[in-house]
T-cell receptor
Framework: GAGVSQSPSNKVTEKGKDVELRCDPISGHTALYWYRQSLGQGLEFLIYFQGNSAPDKSGLPSDRFSAERTGGSVSTLTIQRTQQEDSAVYLC???????????FGPGTRLLVL | DQQVKQNSPSLSVQEGRISILNCDYTNSMFDYFLWYKKYPAEGPTFLISISSIKDKNEDGRFTVFLNKSAKHLSLHIVPSQPGDSAVYFCAASLFTGNQFYFGTGTSLTVIP
C-alpha cells in the first residue's frame, strides 16, 4: 500500500537540540500538509505545500520551525532548539489537487525532555 | 481562536444504538466539511464529507447533517459498533481554499 509514511515514529530529544521529521506523501499528490496535535488539542495547521508554489507558512508557531519539500515529493519538518512545549504528535497529510480529502500518515510522536 | 469546535470531549454509546457527534463552527464562509476518525497511534482517516450546497450526506452507517444557519454539523452512526470506538474530528474549509480547520475531537466509546 502506498499511503503516507512518516519517520521516525517516535523521537525523544533533549531541550535545545534540533530534530528533523520526515514525510513521504502518496505518489502523485501535489499538496502536502504538516499539522501538530498537542495533548488534548485539535490538529493545528503548520504549513502547506502545493506543487512548485511558495508554501503557506502561516501556521508555523515560531522561526524555530521550518519545512521544505524536495522535488515536489518528500518533506522534512525541522525544529531547531527544541523546547518542552514542542512535544506533540506531528502529522503529515497529502492530497491530490482535484479532491479535498487529505490522507494522513501515522504521525511522529516527539517528546522533548 | 478555535474556528471549529467540538464541545463534547467524549461520548459513550451502547452497541446497536445511534451515536451523534456534534461540531460547531464560527466562520460563515466555510463551505466544505469533513469528518475524520482516528485510532490510537494512527493518523486520522477520512470518513465522510459534505459541501454547503447539501444538508445531508449518507454513506452506509454514517450520515452527516449540516445546518448552515446554526453553523452546526453532526455525524450520526447507526447502528454503532465496538469498532467505531475512536476519536472523531470534524474539519472545515473553504471549497476553493487549501487550509483546513480541525476541531479538538470527540472520543467515542461503543460499549458491547
Amino acid at each position: 500500500g502506498a499511503g503516507v509514511s512518516q519517520s521516525p515514529s517516535n523521537k525523544v530529544t533533549e531541550k535545545g537540540k534540533d530534530v528533523e521529521l520526515r514525510c513521504d506523501p502518496i505518489s502523485g499528490h501535489t499538496a502536502l500538509y504538516w499539522y501538530r496535535q498537542s495533548l488534548g488539542q485539535g490538529l493545528e495547521f503548520l504549513i502547506y505545500f502545493q506543487g512548485n508554489s511558495a508554501p503557506d507558512k502561516s501556521g508555523l508557531p515560531s522561526d524555530r520551525f521550518s519545512a521544505e519539500r524536495t522535488g515536489g515529493s518528500v518533506s522534512t519538518l525541522t525544529i531547531q532548539r527544541t523546547q518542552q512545549e514542542d512535544s506533540a504528535v506531528y502529522l503529515c497529510a497529502s492530497r491530490s489537487t482535484r479532491f479535498k480529502t487529505q490522507y494522513f500518515g501515522p504521525g511522529t510522536r516527539l517528546l522533548v525532555l | 481562536d478555535q474556528q471549529v469546535k467540538q464541545n463534547s470531549p467524549s461520548l459513550s454509546v451502547q452497541e446497536g444504538r445511534i451515536s451523534i457527534l456534534n461540531c460547531d463552527y464560527t466562520n460563515s464562509m466555510f463551505d466544505y466539511f469533513l469528518w475524520y476518525k482516528k485510532y490510537p497511534a494512527e493518523g486520522p482517516t477520512f470518513l465522510i464529507s459534505i459541501s454547503s450546497i447539501k444538508d445531508k450526506n449518507e454513506d452506509g452507517r454514517f450520515t452527516v447533517f449540516l445546518n448552515k444557519s446554526a453553523k452546526h454539523l453532526s455525524l450520526h452512526i447507526v447502528p454503532s459498533q465496538p469498532g467505531d470506538s475512536a476519536v472523531y474530528f470534524c474539519a472545515a474549509s473553504l471549497f476553493t481554499g487549501n487550509q483546513f480547520y480541525f476541531g479538538t475531537g470527540t472520543s467515542l466509546t461503543v460499549i458491547p
